[in-house]
């Protein structure tokens, strides 16, 4: 009797474990591929990178989390959010290959509204609310929006900041 039960569980141990290993492994399908990395790489029909990509105008490939760095010298980047932006979240263990949501709506200096894919597994979210947790309130840290629980989810995520898509007819920074 005891050894049935010792398997038990063991069985939910392993489901356990595999279910969190699933759900890292959807959240790492912000991969944008072409990167060159193998590991954070997915190749499922909804995926953040191509998503921002295709709905602002920052024109970026590869993973989210490189997006700030590609940014530079081709769009100006900020901690202060404008419509139309992109958040570029940066790579963590939950966060593998970083992640990126285009503003929809600025609420304040501390709230956005965002539209991203692939934040709840295999979706795409509009109007989520991303909240800046920030000591300096320069957006490096943010809490979002979770739809299953119909709350902002208690992990505070690092993030590098906005980059703004090109003015039309120039590249002036926002003010």
Same mark, same amino acid.
């Given at each position: 009797?005891?050894?049935?039960?010792?398997?038990?569980?063991?069985?939910?141990?392993?489901? !356990?474990?595999?279910?969190?290993l699933?759900?890292?492994?959807?959240?790492?399908?912000?991969?944008?591929?072409?990167?060159?990395?193998?590991?954070?790489?997915?190749?499922?029909?909804?995926?953040?990178a191509?998503?921002?990509?295709?709905?602002?105008?920052?024109?970026?490939?590869? +993973?989210a989390?490189?997006?700030?760095?590609?940014?530079? !010298?081709?769009?100006?980047?900020?901690?202060?959010?404008?419509?139309? +932006?992109?958040?570029?979240?940066?790579?963590?263990?939950?966060?593998?290959?970083?992640?990126?949501?285009?503003?929809?709506?600025?609420?304040s200096?501390?709230?956005?509204?965002?539209?991203?894919?692939?934040?709840?597994?295999?979706?795409?979210?509009r109007?989520?609310?991303?909240?800046?947790?920030?000591?300096?309130? +320069?957006?490096?840290?943010?809490?979002?929006?979770?739809?299953?629980?119909?709350?902002?989810?208690?992990?505070?995520?690092?993030?590098?900041g906005?980059?703004?898509?090109?003015?039309? !007819?120039?590249?002036?920074p926002?003010s």
């Amino acid at each position: 009797m005891a050894r049935t039960t010792e398997s038990r569980i063991v069985n939910v141990s392993v489901l !356990g474990r595999l279910g969190a290993l699933l759900s890292l492994l959807m959240l790492a399908a912000c991969a944008g591929g072409n990167s060159g990395r193998v590991s954070g790489s997915w190749s499922g029909a909804v995926q953040c990178a191509p998503y921002a990509r295709e709905h602002s105008a920052v024109n970026l490939r590869g +993973d989210a989390a490189l997006w700030w760095n590609r940014s530079r !010298g081709i769009y100006t980047r900020s901690s202060v959010p404008h419509e139309g +932006d992109v958040l570029v979240f940066r790579a963590t263990g939950r966060l593998p290959s970083g992640h990126v949501s285009v503003v929809r709506q600025v609420r304040s200096s501390r709230l956005v509204l965002v539209d991203h894919a692939n934040w709840e597994p295999g979706r795409v979210t509009r109007a989520a609310p991303v909240v800046d947790v920030s000591p300096s309130n +320069d957006w490096t840290r943010v809490r979002v929006w979770w739809a299953p629980s119909r709350k902002l989810g208690k992990t505070v995520y690092p993030a590098y900041g906005f980059i703004e898509p090109p003015w039309p !007819g120039g590249t002036e920074p926002r003010s």
